[in-house]
């Protein structure tokens, strides 16, 4: 039994930073590709981050890259996502989830991964 849960939403001024957790249990996490996504309200969950077994290959989207990075700790189970300079349209909740094995595009799709964690809620203010 997989299970993935997230830490580390909130509230947080625009310009301002974040970090999101992800602890994973159930498998060995090192084996795994990880992605970060994120839902807004009336919006279809998007694709953000996603890093390798590893950590050699990180993927990012065009709207966040160069303010948010992925990494994970292999030991800790843990996938993390450090949000700088956020916007308001940064808010939503985010997601991470866990896949075998993807590739180009396909670590870019929700349909790719496997399991899922429940979310946790960010908002950007004005």
């Known amino acids: 039994q997989v299970q993935l849960v997230e830490s580390g939403g909130g509230l947080v001024q625009a310009g301002g930073s974040l970090r999101l957790s992800c602890a994973a249990s159930?498998?060995?996490?090192?084996?795994?590709?990880m992605g970060w996504f994120r839902q807004a309200p009336g919006k279809e969950r998007e694709f953000v981050a996603a890093?390798?077994?590893?950590?050699?290959?990180?993927y990012a989207a065009d709207s966040v890259r160069g303010r948010f990075t992925i990494s994970r700790d292999n030991v800790r189970n843990t996938v993390y996502l450090q949000m700088n300079s956020a916007k308001p349209e940064d808010t939503a909740v985010y997601y991470c989830?866990?896949?075998?094995?993807?590739?180009?595009?396909?670590?870019?799709?929700?349909?790719?991964?496997?399991?899922w964690g429940q979310g946790t809620q960010v908002t950007v203010s004005s």
């Open positions: 159930g498998r060995t996490f090192s084996r795994y590709y």
């Open positions: 989830a866990l896949v075998y094995d993807c590739s180009g595009a396909g670590c870019f799709d929700v349909k790719t991964y496997e399991y």
């Open positions: 890093i390798s077994r590893h950590g050699g290959s990180t």
